[in-house]
């Protein structure tokens, strides 16, 4: 059985492990549905970048938004990494797990006054501007504050990243970054601004990306703007290539981390640029494989079209399969020797959407736990209380070691801001 997540998870006899954790056990102890995630298996993930940066001046940035869980956030900057935020919320975080904002960017489209205001105040390490309109008012408030905003825009290559529409980023349709033609009109903008110091470039073309090829097109176009913009006498200090480098779900072969990254230092260094500070910002390929959703199978309900398998979990737990039509792995958490039945494993939201898998053969009967997997990275970051469902409880596991990182919600909590009327 293909178990991405190895060789963290894994089966022992017949009962499937998180490094040295039975998921059966944790299901037991913490309740369903219940995010778990393997500590060694998101430094795993990190270690073939680190490697391949070894001896060059860099910043991983860790994109939190895959999974700001604060013992997540914790283990990445105790392990040297930056963080790639994108809102007020995400800088509270870093912020409370002790993270110094000279190792934070600032990323996204629709970053507001007060966002910005609170950013500069701690001071974080780059803007990453999105359009013209975002320069000024950052300016302006850069201003206001008495700090100096350093800034790098995020410049669209116009690549196509060949992936879901909907994660796909770098494309001119895209509401992302500012048109490549553009680019250099408004560093010469920004560089006139008051309270801004321009530092570098970035771009950040999609998500799940399985291909180094897109990224050496993004990568030689930026490069072209770098020396266009340079040639105006305005200094760049850093590239930030952005995230992006997908993962294996079911049959998908992304390059690993120390390939992609090898390739681009290699073209940096063919261009004349190997000099420069590299930053890069992944999200998913840190995390995604490291976490499972563990879900109990609640009832059976044999169709004349469809079988249904109906689970605790549901799309407010983990939204990838609603929204991208993602297909994730799902195994049981004990093998049984009975022979298996092909079933739709949905939840028990109001909505033909909540369903986690499709078509999916499976040995269980009611009261069997099932793992869905891969579920590490976007899964609790988008969940929802949609139908008054509190969200799943979240623990971390080290060795034999399992730690409760985020109770379950509880129904009374939901309705806590609401008021009635008079
Ligand atoms: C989401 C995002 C990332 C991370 O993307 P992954 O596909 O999770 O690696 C990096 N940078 C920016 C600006 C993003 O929006």
């Known amino acids: 059985m293909n178990l991405p997540g190895a060789p963290f998870l894994a089966y022992r006899g017949e009962s499937l492990y998180l490094e040295d954790c039975a998921l059966d056990?944790?299901?037991?102890?913490?309740?369903?549905?219940?995010?778990?995630?393997?500590?060694?298996?998101?430094?795993?993930?990190?270690?073939?970048?680190q490697r391949a940066l070894a001896g060059r001046d860099h910043l991983i940035c860790y994109a939190m938004k895959a999974n700001s869980n604060l013992?997540?956030?914790?283990?990445?900057?105790?392990?040297?990494?930056?963080?790639?935020?994108?809102?007020?919320?995400e800088l509270a975080r870093v912020l409370a797990v002790g993270v110094s904002a000279d190792r934070v960017v600032f990323s996204g489209v629709g970053k507001t006054r007060e966002e910005m205001r609170l950013a500069l105040q701690a001071g974080v390490k780059c803007f990453n501007v999105e359009s013209e309109a975002e320069l000024e008012v950052l300016s302006a408030m850069a201003v206001q504050e008495g700090r100096t905003a350093r800034i790098?825009?995020?410049?669209?290559?116009?690549?196509?990243?060949?992936?879901?529409?909907?994660?796909?980023?770098?494309?001119?349709?895209?509401?992302f970054g500012v048109a490549h033609e553009r680019a250099v009109a408004l560093y010469r903008r920004a560089a006139g601004l008051p309270g801004l110091e321009v530092v570098g470039i970035d771009c950040h073309i999609g998500s799940q990306i399985t291909d180094v090829a897109p990224y050496l097109d993004a990568l030689d176009r930026v490069l072209d703007l770098v020396?266009?913009?340079?040639?105006?006498?305005?200094?760049?200090?850093?590239?930030?290539?952005?995230?992006?480098?997908?993962?294996?779900y079911t049959d998908e072969a992304p390059p690993t981390a120390d390939v992609l990254i090898s390739a681009l230092l290699q073209r940096l260094d063919?261009?004349?640029?190997?000099?420069?500070?590299?930053?890069?910002?992944?999200?998913?390929?840190?995390v995604g494989n490291a976490g499972v959703l563990?879900?109990?199978?609640?009832?059976?309900?044999?169709?004349?079209?469809?079988?249904?398998?109906?689970?605790?979990?549901?799309?407010?737990?983990?939204?990838?399969?609603?929204?991208?039509?993602?297909?994730?792995?799902?195994?049981?958490?004990?093998?049984?020797?009975?022979?298996?039945v092909t079933y739709d494993v949905v939840g028990p939201v109001c909505e033909s959407g909540d369903w986690l898998g499709r078509d999916r053969a499976l040995a269980v009967q009611p009261g069997a736990r099932l793992?869905?997997?891969?579920?590490?990275?976007?899964?609790?970051?988008?969940?929802?209380?949609?139908?008054?469902?509190?969200?799943?409880a979240e623990v971390l596991v080290i060795g034999d070691q399992a730690h409760l990182v985020?109770?379950?919600?509880?129904?009374?909590?939901?309705?806590?801001?609401?008021?009635?009327?008079?």
């Open 25 to 49: 056990a944790l299901a037991e102890r913490f309740g369903t549905p219940l995010y778990v995630y393997s500590q060694a298996a998101m430094l795993a993930a990190l270690a073939p970048y």
């Open 71 to 89: 013992a997540v956030l914790q283990t990445f900057a105790r392990a040297g990494c930056g963080f790639d935020i994108v809102s007020g919320g």
């Open 152 to 175: 790098s825009l995020r410049v669209n290559p116009d690549v196509d990243a060949g992936t879901h529409p909907y994660i796909s980023t770098g494309l001119k349709a895209n509401k």
């Open 227 to 248: 020396e266009a913009i340079e040639a105006e006498g305005i200094r760049l200090h850093h590239l930030d290539l952005g995230g992006g480098l997908g993962i294996t």
């Open 270 to 286: 063919a261009r004349g640029h190997g000099h420069r500070m590299v930053m890069f910002e992944p999200g998913r390929s840190l």
């Open 294 to 340: 563990l879900t109990e199978v609640l009832y059976l309900k044999p169709g004349e079209e469809k079988n249904f398998c109906i689970v605790d979990a549901a799309m407010n737990d983990l939204m990838r399969p609603a929204m991208y039509e993602a297909t994730m792995g799902i195994v049981p958490t004990r093998l049984h020797n009975a022979s298996p």
């Open 371 to 392: 793992a869905i997997l891969s579920a590490g990275a976007y899964g609790m970051t988008m969940a929802s209380n949609y139908n008054t469902r509190g969200r799943a």
């Open 406 to 422: 985020r109770e379950r919600e509880q129904p009374a909590e939901l309705f806590r801001n609401e008021r009635l009327l008079p």
